[in-house]
């Protein structure tokens, strides 16, 4: 059964949020949490995360509101959908399982009426014991050599979120050095030849459809740059590829049993939890990317299971249209406090602007209300001394969701307690501001009067900035996982109230489709 075709914006929930918005306009959250509870009553938790939402423009009616709209466009029946096996990418006629992917459970998930479990279970043991001899030393390259470095060849979905997450869990790393090459842009790659031995380099062609030109050109550079040293039947021991399109590895020259598989339930961005993700077992090991996909699965159950008002993906994912549809609120920063994930911003870009930057509902019709939120961000403290004045002092509102995590990696609390300080200064800031009077006594000691009333209207902070802090324990492959999972999560439920469809991408096709005209022509 399809899904649901309801106009969020013609629901009674939505009509009574447009009369919420306008009554309380002039909500402050300096006000609202002048309540010692509120802390306790807008926050979540899962295991080893906690979600801090008290600093928002919502009161116990908002939230309630909200979720009733999510009750009215009957996002329950969504999630099953999704997490049953059906059809919901129905413009491109698929199923959308990455949670399957993660699944412990042995609840079968139909697609074509057979189970997929077994087949997911099979490339996990296969991703195993390749990272496993790729890893101990026991993979040998053409002249008897130990494998030193890997290639990840792909784009988007097939690059972004490996990327991401080797990045991310670099302290867990090993001794093998990872590269990614994506942009069609030569400079990439050669700069990454530079640092390449080819008898001891391992290349991932990563690229479901396998027609990918970025991907495609990337890939026979490097297996040009190859064969200047090594033969063609050198070839399986140094290039593998995931893809679902096997006639075109093969005639690539790859080994069919350096073959592993994708499918077209998994859509590219959200595919690092498949064998896309090899770069991440070969880097970090097969146990922590296992880990990785158990923190991600911890999330699915509890978006699956729990009630919307104490789940987190939906609460997250109900603040963030509160702003873009109410407030006209364009843009969402996300700000990780821990320079490991660096590349999350980037990752998140894709997630959501690919899935949720729709201008057509499920229907096909041209929708007349906001979607997909513009996502950009930094890590903390850097973009302090960057792009925050805009935050605290410009013009547009900005929400924020800050992430960061109790225990530092290395053990430098010295360092860490300066970074947690940040965290929550920030925070403090964004939501409290500094008043005219707080900035009139400060300026107060310095004595010139002209100065004070020179300078007072640039000292002062509005405040009432929104922002959620997201908090784990500690950064681990587990935790990871589950971070990635609630973004995941969050997309999907902005997509079926948006009344979107957030699994297809034809918006990057046109411009693809033009660049071949004019390659042709050339
Ligand atoms: O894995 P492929 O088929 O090379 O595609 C790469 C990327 O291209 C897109 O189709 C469009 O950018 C993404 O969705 C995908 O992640």
């Given at each position: 059964m399809a899904l649901k075709n309801i106009n969020p914006t013609k629901t009674q929930a939505w009509e009574k949020l447009t009369n919420h918005f306008n009554d309380n306009k002039d909500i402050?959250i300096?006000?609202l949490?002048?309540d010692?509870n509120r802390?306790d009553d807008f926050s979540l938790e899962l295991?080893?995360?906690?979600v801090d939402f008290s600093k928002n423009r919502i009161t116990e009616e908002t939230l309630s509101l909200l979720v009733e709209l999510a009750k009215e466009v009957d996002l329950k029946d969504a999630i099953e959908k999704q997490f049953?096996?059906?059809?919901i990418?129905?413009?491109?006629?698929?199923?959308?399982?990455?949670?399957?992917?993660?699944?412990?459970?042995?609840?079968?998930?139909?697609?074509?009426?057979?189970?997929?479990?077994?087949?997911?279970?099979?490339?996990?043991?296969?991703?195993?014991?390749?990272?496993?001899?790729?890893?101990?030393?026991?993979?040998?390259?053409?002249?008897?050599?130990?494998?030193?470095?890997?290639?990840?060849?792909?784009?988007?979905?097939?690059?972004?979120?490996?990327?991401?997450?080797?990045?991310?869990?670099?302290?867990?790393?090993?001794?093998?050095?990872?590269?990614?090459?994506?942009?069609?842009?030569?400079?990439?790659?050669?700069?990454?030849?530079?640092?390449?031995?080819?008898?001891?380099?391992?290349?991932?062609?990563?690229?479901?459809?396998?027609?990918?030109?970025?991907?495609?050109?990337?890939?026979?550079?490097?297996?040009?740059?190859?064969?200047?040293?090594?033969?063609?039947?050198?070839?399986?021991?140094?290039?593998?590829?995931?893809?679902?399109?096997?006639?075109?590895?093969?005639?690539?020259?790859?080994?069919?049993?350096?073959?592993?598989?994708?499918?077209?339930?998994?859509?590219?961005?959200?595919?690092?939890?498949?064998?896309?993700?090899?770069?991440?077992?070969?880097?970090?090991?097969?146990?922590?990317?296992?880990?990785?996909?158990?923190?991600?699965?911890?999330m699915?159950?509890h978006f699956r299971n729990t009630e919307f008002e104490n789940n987190i993906p939906v609460i997250l994912a109900l603040l963030s249209i509160w702003y873009n549809n109410f407030y006209n609120a364009?843009?969402e920063?996300?700000?990780?406090?821990?320079?490991?994930?660096?590349?999350?911003?980037?990752?998140?870009?894709?997630?959501?602007?690919?899935?949720n930057?729709k201008?057509?509902d499920r229907n096909?019709?041209?929708i007349d209300y906001q979607t997909g939120t513009?996502?950009?961000?930094?890590?903390?403290?850097?973009?302090?001394?960057?792009?925050?004045?805009?935050?605290?002092?410009?013009?547009?509102l900005?929400p924020?969701?800050?992430?960061?995590?109790?225990?530092?990696?290395?053990?430098?609390?010295?360092?860490?307690?300066?970074?947690?300080?940040?965290?929550?200064?920030?925070?403090?800031?964004?939501?409290?501001?500094?008043?005219?009077?707080?900035?009139?006594?400060?300026?107060?000691?310095?004595?010139?009067?002209?100065?004070?009333?020179?300078?007072?209207?640039?000292?002062?902070?509005?405040?009432?900035?929104p922002?959620n802090?997201?908090?784990?324990?500690?950064?681990?492959?587990?935790?990871?996982?589950?971070?990635?999972?609630l973004y995941?999560h969050k997309i999907y439920t902005q997509g079926i109230i948006w009344n979107i469809y957030s699994?297809?991408?034809?918006?990057?096709?046109?411009?693809?489709?033009?660049?071949?005209?004019?390659?042709?022509?050339?």
């Amino acid at each position: 059964m399809a899904l649901k075709n309801i106009n969020p914006t013609k629901t009674q929930a939505w009509e009574k949020l447009t009369n919420h918005f306008n009554d309380n306009k002039d909500i402050s959250i300096k006000d609202l949490c002048k309540d010692t509870n509120r802390k306790d009553d807008f926050s979540l938790e899962l295991g080893d995360l906690s979600v801090d939402f008290s600093k928002n423009r919502i009161t116990e009616e908002t939230l309630s509101l909200l979720v009733e709209l999510a009750k009215e466009v009957d996002l329950k029946d969504a999630i099953e959908k999704q997490f049953s096996g059906e059809v919901i990418n129905a413009t491109e006629g698929r199923e959308v399982l990455h949670t399957a992917l993660r699944s412990n459970s042995d609840e079968a998930v139909l697609v074509n009426g057979k189970n997929i479990k077994p087949q997911i279970q099979t490339a996990l043991r296969k991703i195993r014991s390749f990272s496993n001899k790729v890893i101990s030393g026991k993979w040998k390259g053409y002249t008897g050599k130990s494998i030193t470095d890997v290639v990840n060849i792909g784009i988007g979905g097939s690059d972004l979120g490996p990327d991401m997450v080797v990045e991310s869990l670099q302290y867990y790393k090993n001794q093998l050095t990872t590269h990614f090459v994506s942009n069609v842009d030569g400079d990439h790659v050669s700069e990454i030849i530079k640092k390449l031995n080819p008898e001891t380099t391992l290349f991932v062609i990563v690229s479901k459809t396998f027609t990918t030109q970025e991907t495609i050109t990337n890939a026979e550079t490097l297996k040009n740059w190859f064969l200047k040293s090594a033969t063609i039947f050198d070839i399986p021991k140094h290039f593998v590829a995931v893809s679902t399109n096997l006639e075109a590895v093969d005639s690539f020259g790859i080994d069919k049993a350096n073959v592993f598989p994708m499918w077209n339930w998994v859509g590219g961005r959200f595919s690092l939890w498949s064998a896309v993700g090899l770069s991440i077992s070969l880097s970090v090991g097969f146990d922590n990317y296992r880990a990785l996909l158990d923190g991600a699965e911890e999330m699915d159950l509890h978006f699956r299971n729990t009630e919307f008002e104490n789940n987190i993906p939906v609460i997250l994912a109900l603040l963030s249209i509160w702003y873009n549809n109410f407030y006209n609120a364009e843009t969402e920063a996300v700000l990780p406090y821990t320079q490991y994930l660096k590349k999350l911003p980037d990752y998140l870009q894709q997630a959501i602007m690919e899935s949720n930057g729709k201008g057509v509902d499920r229907n096909g019709d041209k929708i007349d209300y906001q979607t997909g939120t513009i996502v950009w961000g930094s890590t903390g403290t850097n973009m302090q001394h960057a792009f925050m004045q805009l935050v605290h002092q410009g013009t547009k509102l900005i929400p924020a969701d800050f992430i960061g995590y109790k225990e530092s990696l290395h053990g430098l609390t010295d360092h860490h307690k300066k970074l947690m300080a940040n965290f929550y200064g920030q925070i403090e800031a964004l939501a409290f501001g500094k008043t005219k009077e707080e900035v009139h006594l400060e300026l107060k000691f310095s004595g010139d009067k002209d100065k004070i009333a020179q300078l007072l209207p640039f000292k002062v902070f509005e405040g009432n900035r929104p922002s959620n802090a997201i908090l784990f324990d500690k950064l681990t492959p587990k935790s990871l996982g589950k971070l990635i999972a609630l973004y995941e999560h969050k997309i999907y439920t902005q997509g079926i109230i948006w009344n979107i469809y957030s699994y297809d991408q034809f918006g990057v096709e046109l411009g693809k489709e033009l660049a071949k005209k004019l390659l042709n022509k050339h």
